[in-house]
């Protein structure tokens, strides 16, 4: 599947993939700003989100087989490959499976593991129940989703993914396809081989995702494989895209 690419800069190609429920445009900023230092890069909508295609499957093989067809498409192959989250499993995915397509990996805030069930379990059934009818506003939309989703940040950024435009407004996502592949989403395949190139994990240090209990995982994986936290939860390059983009900018300079 080749998905929707936002492009921008020009020089050695850098891929950015973003989490579940968001989209390319949230890496906005941290794309200009690793533009303007020499860098071709290349925001991707994984299936399923932002303007890319909708279909069923949501295994990280599959998404990762996307990208490497997209990345082959826009003649940025290999390129250096940053992803949060799901995008970051992706990313993993990615490299694992097709090597010589990854100069090198930042893996943002995710281990190669399988996760309890996601909270975001809870958040997608939240957005299937709101009912899309002529008339919804946004503020009606936002108080369906306070209940599930009590954070207002939380929620406007799961509202950036529904199209208040058209009447009765309609979900940009797959989200019926994102409902479905949640287990997948939250789990972790089993996949041959191991990658050698340069990978930075980057943690928040006030988030759960990367355990010292994870560290072996990773390094069965990705040998070369090593740790960094700055301080942010989940979300780094929202919460903090200075240390975020420092972080980047350093691991894209080391030869």
């Known amino acids: 599947m080749r998905l929707n690419v936002v492009a921008m800069g020009e020089g050695p190609p850098v891929v950015l993939l973003h989490g579940l429920l968001g989209a390319a445009q949230n890496f906005g900023a941290i794309q200009k700003a690793i533009a303007a230092r020499g ?3 290349l925001a991707l909508d994984l299936r ?13 093989a599959t998404m990762a087989e996307d990208v490497a067809e997209t990345l082959v498409a826009e003649g940025a192959w290999p390129a250096a490959v ?11 995915a990615l490299a694992l499976a097709k090597p010589a397509g990854v100069e090198r990996l930042l893996v943002a805030d995710i281990a190669p593991v399988t996760y309890p069930t996601p909270v975001f379990t809870r958040y997608v059934a939240a957005m299937q129940a709101i009912p899309l009818r002529d008339g919804l506003t946004r503020r009606d939309a936002d ?4 209940e599930a989703v009590p ?3 939380l929620r406007a950024f799961l509202l950036q993914n ?3 435009t058209e009447s009765p407004p309609r979900w940009r996502i797959g989200l019926a396809a994102i409902a479905a592949g949640m287990g997948e989403i ?4 089993a996949m041959p081989g191991r990658y050698g190139g340069p990978v930075l994990v980057l943690s928040g240090d006030a988030s759960a995702y990367v355990k010292p209990e994870h ?8 040998p070369a494989a090593r740790f960094a936290s700055m301080a942010a939860g989940h979300w780094l390059h929202a919460e903090n895209p200075r240390a975020f983009l420092a972080a980047v900018e350093e691991f894209l300079s080391v030869a």
């Not at 939250?186 to 395949?189: A, V």
């Not at 560290?215 to 990705?222: P, V």
């Open 39 to 41: 860098h071709r890069v």
């Open 48 to 60: 399923n989100h932002g303007q890319s295609p909708h279909a069923d499957g949501m295994g990280y």
């Open 82 to 92: 940053i992803g949060h989250s799901m995008g970051g499993k992706v990313a993993m």
């Open 143 to 146: 108080a369906a989703l306070a």
């Open 151 to 153: 954070e207002a940040p």
């Open 162 to 164: 529904l199209i208040f």
């Open 186 to 189: 939250g789990g972790w395949p």
């Open 215 to 222: 560290h072996a995982a990773i390094r069965a994986l990705f």
